[in-house]
């Protein structure tokens, strides 16, 4: 079965501050992905990346950085985090295959609050 | 500009009375057409994957199916813990990594 975990599933944070939230996924995935969900407004894309230190931005990623240093881990920081920026994060992986890619498995989210 | 839409918003059904979701696309081409369900508070969790026109794919109370415009997600008597939102996503071609996402569909399953 496909893995993917999340450093944290709850974090509270004062606005300002730093934040890091992991996801390591133990499938030799190819590629990762970090959406934020927030109601009414679906999933969003913030980053993606194809391979390790390979990164490529989605629809929101203002406000946001990403690292990936080891293929199963991919890094989403918050530089300076505000309270618009509380939301439920979710890390997802996927294979590659020839023509595109195969379905996103998701890990169970971290819902941030940014006081 | 590639739209998915999902429909109903929400609906409530009496355990054991059969229904469909609704998920249609506008898409330059297809990839492949994902189902998934989220519970409160999780992440979502895949259902299936569809490639083509005419593919069918069957778990437990659910069958998936794709026509070249929309894909239905049929639940077939279902039961309380079947509650939780469905998601559609499409993968257009064109396009390798990006899914374009649909709002989502709850479902309300009452004993």
């Known amino acids: 079965d496909v893995k993917v975990t999340q450093s944290s599933r709850y974090l509270v944070k004062r606005t300002g501050e730093k934040v890091f939230l992991e996801c390591v996924q133990d499938m030799d995935h190819e590629n990762m992905f970090w959406y934020r969900q927030d109601p009414g407004l679906g999933l969003r894309l913030i980053y993606f990346s194809y391979d390790v230190k390979m990164k490529e931005k989605g629809d929101i990623p203002e406000g946001y950085s990403v690292s990936r240093e080891k293929k199963e881990r991919f890094s989403l920081i918050l530089e300076s985090a505000s309270t618009n920026q509380t939301s439920m994060y979710l890390c997802a992986s996927s294979i590659q295959v020839a023509g595109g890619q195969e379905t996103q498995y998701f890990g169970p989210g971290t819902r941030l609050l940014v006081l | 500009e590639d739209q998915v839409t999902q429909s109903p918003e929400a609906l409530r059904l009496q355990e054991g009375e059969s229904s469909s979701l609704n998920c249609s696309y506008t898409?330059?081409?297809?990839?492949?057409l994902f189902w998934y369900r989220q519970d409160p508070g999780k992440g979502p969790e895949f259902l299936f994957t569809?490639?083509?026109?005419?593919e069918e794919k069957e778990k437990e109370r659910l069958k998936a199916t794709l026509t070249k415009k929309e894909s239905f997600l049929h639940i077939t008597a279902p039961k309380p813990e079947d509650s939780a939102t469905y998601l559609c996503?499409?993968?257009?071609?064109?396009?390798?990594?990006?899914?374009?996402w649909g709002a989502g569909t709850k479902l309300i399953i009452k004993p």
């Open positions: 569809l490639y083509s026109a005419g």
């Open positions: 996503a499409v993968l257009p071609r064109g396009s390798n990594y990006q899914l374009i």
């Open positions: 898409v330059s081409g297809l990839r492949g």
